[in-house]
């Protein structure tokens, strides 16, 4: 098979670009003796880019058992490990995944592949991508987003300064990916998106920033409903980064954006998403820069998304419809965003 050119290296795009071969179910288990000797059944679970199985002990304990891409550097994966450690000590009441150590006591033990293993706790739950979320799980979503912002107001790490590809703080270096799309009239919509975000890019550049999760997106929110309606789980820290505290949002408003927008157009797109920001600002501040430049930053989530999904579905043509699940809704959101102009998007939160 003749891969697609490899996009501009200025970028982390390690495992998001690299091969690799799936670990057998067979073998997971006897990793999963081996280092943790623990035993049971496991379940694997789709995942974007690496061996991700639901581990479950004859006694009814239940892990998660990550073996991780290739391509993800050890730097990437203890930034991953230390930012559950730290929330685990400064907010451990959020509902994050805990990290168990192997029986010689690493967090992180090599396999014989060079590749890497983690265990973390399982959070029970139903995965948000799934439902429609209600009101009232929009309104917790924000306000889990800033109290996730407060808790990693104090933690560094150096890989959490890496040029990520989905950091839209670098989109325009994402542009030698339109080479990907073929689809004339999408591409003519992606470069004008990327135009718009290029003239604004020194305001971005000046915005605050700080280690973030930047990906509070649905299939990364467990949610229970057997009582009244609760955020249970914020899961996959693999895009942890620092980046802008606007972008942060963004992209967690992005996520509830409507599905359906080119069968059902609405007036105000943002609809379901200011519920998120005004549980956001329940709990933590922004500024008026911020707010006018949200928006922009959503459609450039957008614009980041149907790039890099494009991209590695022809990468990854296995794995093409979990890649590409999210992407075909983007094209009427981009659309909406670029029927308004850069002033009228600036106002569209204040």
């Known amino acids: 098979m003749t891969l697609p050119s490899s996009p501009p290296r200025a970028f982390d795009f390690g495992s998001l670009g690299t091969t690799f071969d799936p670990i057998p179910d067979a073998l997971a288990e006897r990793i999963a003796q081996v280092h943790y000797r623990l035993g049971g059944t496991l379940k694997r679970l789709e995942t974007e880019k690496d061996d991700t199985f639901r581990l479950r002990t004859p006694d009814g304990r239940q892990f998660i058992l990550k073996i991780a891409n290739p391509g993800e550097s050890v730097a990437e994966l203890d930034l991953q490990v230390r930012v559950l450690q730290h929330l685990e000590q400064v907010a451990p009441d959020l509902p994050v995944p805990r990290v168990f150590v192997d029986k010689d006591g690493n967090a992180l033990p090599e396999l014989g592949s060079g590749r890497r293993v983690r265990l973390l706790s399982f959070l029970p739950g139903t995965v948000l991508d799934t439902l429609t979320p209600s009101p009232a799980e929009v309104f917790q979503i924000g306000q889990y987003l800033a109290r996730m912002r407060h808790a990693l107001a104090s933690f560094s790490h150096p890989a959490a300064t890496r040029a990520l590809a989905w950091d839209v703080r670098h989109l325009p270096g994402l542009e030698p990916l339109l080479a990907h799309v073929d689809n004339p009239a999408q591409r003519r919509a992606l470069e004008q998106g990327l135009a718009r975000f290029d003239a604004l890019m020194p305001r971005i550049a000046a915005l605050r920033r700080q280690?973030?999760?930047?990906?509070?997106?649905?299939?990364?929110?467990?949610?229970?409903?057997?009582?009244?309606?609760?955020?249970?789980?914020?899961?996959?820290?693999?895009?942890?980064?620092?980046?802008?505290?606007?972008?942060?949002?963004?992209?967690?408003?992005?996520?509830?954006?409507?599905?359906?927008?080119?069968?059902?157009p609405v007036p105000d797109l943002l609809e379901s998403p200011k519920r998120l920001l005004a549980g956001y600002r329940e709990i933590a501040d922004l500024t008026d820069e911020e707010l006018a430049l949200v928006p922009h930053l959503i459609m450039g989530r957008v614009v980041a998304r149907a790039l890099l999904s494009l991209w590695r579905a022809r990468l990854f043509p296995d794995n093409r419809r979990y890649i590409l699940r999210n992407t075909e809704q983007g094209w009427a959101q981009l659309d909406w965003f670029l029927a308004r102009s850069p002033d009228d998007m600036s106002a569209l939160l204040l």
Do not use: K
Not at 250 to 263: E, F, G, I, S, V
């Open 211 to 264: 280690v973030l999760h930047n990906d509070f997106n649905r299939s990364n929110l467990l949610v229970d409903r057997s009582g009244p309606a609760r955020v249970c789980g914020i899961i996959d820290f693999g895009d942890t980064v620092e980046t802008a505290v606007a972008i942060d949002l963004a992209t967690a408003m992005l996520n509830q954006l409507p599905r359906d927008a080119a069968q059902n």
